[in-house]
């Protein structure tokens, strides 16, 4: 059999990620903590470190699904990520019509993650991945802008546990009412008033 360009791209690839599963087995988790002037960058804590994976610590946002779901380029694989501890109003679910504020929400996302890259934190209370095979993980820019807090604090979702109790659980509830009561997002009276 002959192997043109394009079959050893792919077996090169499939190559990469049955390493980069086994590295990731073999990677201790390591202990999640905030970001600090000590501490800069925080690796994922279920993925192997970056330079084993030939990629930065900080992953291109690929595009947005929908607010609480996006995909990011992981070492030339794309990898839908959802959001731990946030629930926006649904705009793809096929079982579901598109629910109040779900366009707003999945715009807000869109314009907070366009053309950025991320930073990906696990969370060891977490599942890796939920039944759809989205890796379970918090969000933030490069400026450390925590993606997540910052949808429920700006009213476009609000505090989700799945579950089991999150590492963020307290600050995202007090931000879900902090924007409760400044009637921020889908939490203005007029919001879904139709």
């Known amino acids: 059999?002959?192997?043109?360009?394009?079959?050893?791209?792919?077996?090169?690839?499939?190559?990469l990620i049955a390493l980069m599963v086994i590295v990731g087995r073999k990677t201790a988790p390591v202990?999640?903590?905030?970001?600090?002037?000590?501490?800069?960058?925080?690796?994922?804590?279920?993925?192997?470190?970056?330079?084993?994976?030939?990629?930065s610590l900080l992953l291109p946002v690929i595009r947005v699904v929908d607010g609480d779901t996006i995909v990011v380029d992981i070492g030339g694989v794309p990898e839908k990520v959802r959001l731990i501890g946030v629930d926006t109003p649904e705009v793809v679910?096929?079982?579901?019509?598109?629910?109040?504020f779900g366009k707003e929400a999945s715009t807000f996302t869109t314009n907070l993650l366009a053309r950025q890259q991320?930073?990906?934190?696990?969370?060891?209370?977490?599942?890796?991945?939920?039944k759809y095979g989205?890796?379970?993980?918090?969000?933030?820019?490069?400026d450390d802008t925590f993606v997540n807090k910052t949808i429920i604090e700006?009213?476009?979702?609000?505090?989700?546990?799945?579950?089991?109790?999150?590492h963020y659980r307290d600050e995202f509830k007090t931000a879900e009412r902090n924007a409760r009561d400044a009637s921020r997002g889908l939490w203005d009276p007029e919001a879904c008033a139709m």
């Open 154 to 166: 700006q009213g476009y979702g609000h505090e989700y546990t799945y579950r089991t109790l999150y």
């Open 31 to 55: 202990q999640i903590v905030p970001a600090t002037d000590q501490n800069p960058q925080v690796v994922d804590a279920k993925l192997p470190p970056p330079e084993a994976r030939g990629v």
């Open 134 to 142: 989205r890796l379970l993980r918090y969000v933030f820019l490069s």
């Open 93 to 100: 679910d096929p079982r579901k019509p598109v629910q109040c």
């Open 1 to 15: 059999m002959v192997y043109n360009k394009d079959m050893q791209r792919k077996a090169l690839i499939l190559i």
């Open 118 to 130: 991320v930073r990906l934190e696990s969370d060891p209370t977490q599942s890796d991945r939920d």
